[in-house]
């Protein structure tokens, strides 16, 4: 080493840092299709069970309600230890990558649920009950009609979540889930070694941003058909 | 035109009978509102038939139970011989794949092309993608917009989109063509071409079409027959012609008013009195046969003087029709004697 060098550990971390950015890649990715997924399916029930929806149902409405209103509120770092036992049943562990995917795909369905039934509700009343005129079923008019006529938005509104996912992976330390957040914590910011702080940071804000980019070019694709 | 169209088929091809469609109050507890209150309504096959009324009138509540978007609180809908009010989820269905509908704000789907619109209700009545080619074409060809196949549909005009809305309506050939103030959102030229082509869809394809508007001058130019909603109700019913030319209900004159100067309002009357003198009467002519100059000969051969002093000729649905004011000066008894005389020619009322 020169003798300009700065006093960082990084080329010895290299391995872990690849290792936890490779971890937060996983954890959020699957939060954002798996929690995409669970969040569009509550969301289209938060949507449709509405009065005068297409399966307008005043009990399902009530409890769908009640379950995204409690859960969504909690802070994800008392979240993610609050969900372990259940974690456990579901993915057989309460730590580590697994437990902590498990906990952030639960809480961005619910955080998505909202952002697709606001998504939704911007659809013009008057297209779905032409469709209905014209004798398509609910489950068509849904599919074919409701998400594809809501899907610029959508779009929008997942690269949103997704800035709030990896938010989330940045807590999963709380249950030794690794990934990035952990990395930065422990070995740049416990450590004082700036340089493993900025470079973890860099390569989450470059995430970010890939996904970032993408969905707005996704977005204007979608929204200029 | 159609005139006897009506008299010509026995079975109408809808039919309310006692429909009453109440909504509950906005609030638990809030007083139910009556939307439609006890309406009876014939629409024969072929024919155009309007639906006139302020707005809140249940107009479009009405033509909604038709196709059964909405059930009915009580009464029956038949619709071509099956009543829609006891039908399951899937015949409902099937039913509205034979009822074309058009709306105000034309509710195209803005997620697919002109072409991707029409090619919806074709899907939705299971017909094949590489059948719906030819129908698609014929149906922009009909409409006009043969070059706006692969346009989005937010780069059309008013008037492009409910022409793609009038066409995805009768993708499925349809016998029934439901059009909820399908001109209420276009300017006046529009609003011409697009009743032109409802006009036509009723004369070239024999379709019936059930017409809603809160405007007289679509009446006027394409409705055969008129029922006039208020409250609820369908308050007069008849022929377009015979309701222009001889209202009954307040509302029907408020309507008729609107494009056709009928008896001349009590403060026109007074400004009328300053200018002329004279007895004041209105002459409602309706037949074709008769001929004004008939009538004007008769006052004249009695020494009496007239002068038109309010109201005009109208044309609906080809038949036109005159509501004269005149003033009639002369000696008193020549008067009399010349309005006896024209009596079975024009209808006549004096106007206080
Ligand atoms: N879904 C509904 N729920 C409650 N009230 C309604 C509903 N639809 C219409 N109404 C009421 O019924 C009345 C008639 O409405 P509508 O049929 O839309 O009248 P129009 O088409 O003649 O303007 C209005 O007072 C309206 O507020
Ligand atoms: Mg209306």
């Known amino acids: ?43 289209l029930g938060l949507y449709l ?84 005129a014209m004798g398509a079923s609910r489950s068509r008019i849904t599919f074919t009609v409701l998400v594809p006529e809501a899907l610029g938005p959508l779009v929008l509104g997942y690269t949103f979540a997704f ?38 940071i860099l390569v989450l804000v470059a995430f970010v941003m890939v996904i970032q980019l993408g969905g707005n070019l996704l977005a204007r694709k979608v929204l200029r058909r | 035109m159609t005139e006897d169209l009506a008299a010509q088929l026995d ?12 909504f509950p109050g906005a609030r638990r507890g809030d007083a139910a509102h009556l939307a439609v209150d006890g309406v009876d309504l014939r629409v024969e096959a072929g024919e155009i038939f309007a639906i006139i009324g302020y707005s809140g009138a249940g107009k479009s509540t009405l033509v909604r139970l038709v196709n059964a978007l909405e059930p009915v609180t009580s009464g029956s809908v038949v619709v071509d011989g099956v009543d829609v009010t ?76 409910q022409r793609v809305g009038i066409a995805r309506a009768l993708a499925t050939e349809p016998r029934l063509l439901l059009a909820d103030e399908a001109t209420s959102a ?9 009743l032109d082509l409802l006009a036509r869809v009723n004369r070239e394809l024999g379709i019936t079409i059930l017409l809603i508007t809160h405007e007289m001058d679509v009446v006027r130019r394409i409705a055969h027959r008129v029922a006039v909603m208020e409250g609820g109700k369908v308050v007069e019913q008849g022929r377009a012609v015979d309701l222009f030319a001889d209202p009954q209900h307040p509302v029907t004159k408020r309507f008729v008013g609107t494009v056709v100067d009928d008896l001349p309002a009590a403060d026109v009357v007074a400004a009328l009195r300053e ?78």
């Open chain 1, 1 to 43: 080493m020169g003798p300009l060098a700065i006093d960082t550990r990084l080329g010895d971390l290299q391995p872990e840092f690849w290792q936890a950015a490779g971890e937060t890649l996983v954890m959020a990715t699957t939060a954002l299709l798996l929690g995409g997924l669970l969040g569009l399916a509550l969301g």
């Open chain 1, 49 to 132: 069970t509405r009065k005068g929806g297409l399966y307008a149902n005043r009990p399902v409405q009530v409890v769908l309600n009640v379950a995204v209103n409690f859960f969504r509120p909690i802070p994800f770092v008392i979240f993610v230890a609050a969900l372990q036992p259940l974690a456990r049943v579901v993915v057989g562990t309460g730590i580590g990558t697994p437990a902590a995917t498990f906990a952030i795909v639960v809480a961005a369905t619910f955080g998505i649920s909202r952002i697709v039934e606001q998504n939704l509700v911007t659809v013009s009343p008057g297209v779905i009950e032409a469709a209905r």
């Open chain 1, 163 to 200: 800035v709030a996912i990896v938010d989330m992976t940045a807590i999963a330390g709380v249950v030794a889930g690794g990934g990035l957040g952990s990395f930065a914590q422990r070995f740049g910011f416990r450590q004082f070694d700036d340089v493993v702080m900025w470079a973890s």
């Open chain 2, 11 to 22: 079975e109408p091809l809808v039919e309310l009978r006692g429909v009453v469609k109440e």
């Open chain 2, 86 to 161: 006891t039908l399951p989820e899937k015949g409902l269905r099937e039913l509205r794949r034979g009822i074309g509908m058009v709306f105000q704000q034309f509710n195209l789907m803005e997620s697919r092309t002109v072409w991707g619109n029409l090619a919806f209700p074709l899907t939705v009545a299971g017909i094949p993608r590489r059948d719906q080619q030819q129908r698609i074409s014929e149906l922009l060809h009909f409409v006009g917009l043969a070059d706006k196949a692969h346009a989005r549909v937010s780069d059309l005009s008013g008037g492009q989109k």
């Open chain 2, 186 to 194: 276009l300017d006046p030229d529009t609003t011409r071409d697009v």
């Open chain 2, 275 to 352: 200018r002329h003198e004279g007895r004041f009467v209105r002459l409602a002519f309706r037949q074709q046969e008769v001929r004004q100059s008939e009538v004007f000969a008769t006052f004249l051969r009695h020494d009496v003087a007239f002068e038109l002093v309010y109201g005009g000729i109208e044309e609906v649905q080809g038949t036109t029709f005159g509501n004269l004011t005149l003033a009639l000066t002369g000696d008193a008894a020549a008067v009399d004697r010349a309005l006896a005389e024209v009596r079975p020619l024009v209808e006549w009322t004096e106007v206080a």
